[in-house]
């Protein structure tokens, strides 16, 4: 695979949690099934646009800081399922996967100026982002809290307390601003949202004692809390469930090839085989869907 860096490695104060988003032991990070293996669907390769056919690529971004659905492993190049999932994609589209490794407020960007084809970060599919882009619909996601063991957070009455989150997320830019902001109209202190770069480092503000919580999607908070043995447990039920989707331009006739390579991974078991190496098997869903988001 080709890949593109375009953001510096995680800060050093995130080392605490680094092996959780590195390749250390090799469980559940490289690709298990391989886009090598995956033969092209005949009928996704006939929507291609042309552009995108004659190039022989798909350009995707993701920015890696996203554990165990996007990160690093030791060499720096990008791995996790949703990795693994974005190349099975490609291999369906005859194409060869090339990855960009950007910051996650700027992949949505880069998609509508042309620099990307495919934003493969753990998106979750809402009505605002969709005024922007079109998204494929992969997976079903809910959001989870963290806390220290032995601490108890309520979601719900978190008024006053530092919570800690990945920048750019849907935790970061709606949850948590509407939740401090009835705090406010209750008059109660506000949320202190403390927003990083990455997942890890947010995970690590917790550890670290920096933050009271982290607020993430399920998936990423379950592999925190499995990785971390004991430091960090779950706080809450799972709420706010959508489906996460590959971001791609509006209205372009990728998104329906892009569909239809996701189906065929579906239909044929590769997407399922997936999510069953890395333990997100909870969240599969059977059929591949455009702007299915409501919320």
């Not at 949690?17 to 006939?46: F, H, K, P, Q, S």
């Not at 950007?102 to 992949?107: E, M």
């Not at 509407?178 to 406010?184: A, I, L, Q, T």
């Amino acid at each position: 695979m080709r890949i593109r860096f375009a953001v510096p490695a995680l800060a050093a104060a995130a080392a605490l949690v680094l092996t959780g988003c590195t390749n250390d032991d090799g469980a559940n990070t490289e690709a298990t099934t391989g886009g090598a293996d995956i033969a092209a669907d005949d009928a996704a390769v006939a929507l291609l646009p042309e552009a995108v056919s004659e190039s022989g690529a798909l350009r995707l971004a993701t920015d890696a800081d996203y554990p165990p659905n996007e990160f690093k492993d030791q060499n720096g190049d990008p791995v996790g399922w949703g990795v693994e999932l974005g190349e099975a994609v490609a291999a369906k589209l005859g194409l060869e996967p090339e990855w960009s490794i950007l910051s996650f407020d700027s992949i949505l960007p880069q998609i509508e100026e042309d620099g990307v084809d495919v934003g493969a970060s753990s998106f979750t599919d809402t009505v605002e982002r969709q005024q922007t882009v079109d998204f494929v619909n992969y997976y079903n996601a809910g959001t989870l809290w963290a806390a220290p063991t032995g601490e108890t957070v309520d979601p719900e009455n978190a008024c006053g307390m530092k919570v800690a989150v990945q920048s750019g997320t849907v935790q970061h830019t709606h949850e948590l601003p509407d939740r401090s902001e009835k705090c406010v109209e209750d008059g109660e202190s506000a949320i202190e949202i403390l927003p990083f770069d990455g997942q890890p480092e947010a995970t690590n503000a917790v550890v670290l004692g920096q933050a009271d919580a982290f607020s993430a999607d399920s998936p990423v908070t379950i592999d925190a809390v499995n990785k971390l043995d004991g430091d960090i447990e779950i706080q809450g039920e799972l709420f706010d469930a959508a489906p996460y989707g590959f971001a791609i331009k509006k209205d372009s006739e990728l998104a329906e090839a892009v569909q239809a390579a996701v189906q065929s991974l579906m239909d044929d078991g590769t997407y399922l085989e997936i999510l069953e190496n890395a333990g997100a098997e909870t969240g599969a869903i059977d059929e591949a869907t455009i702007n299915a988001g409501t919320e």
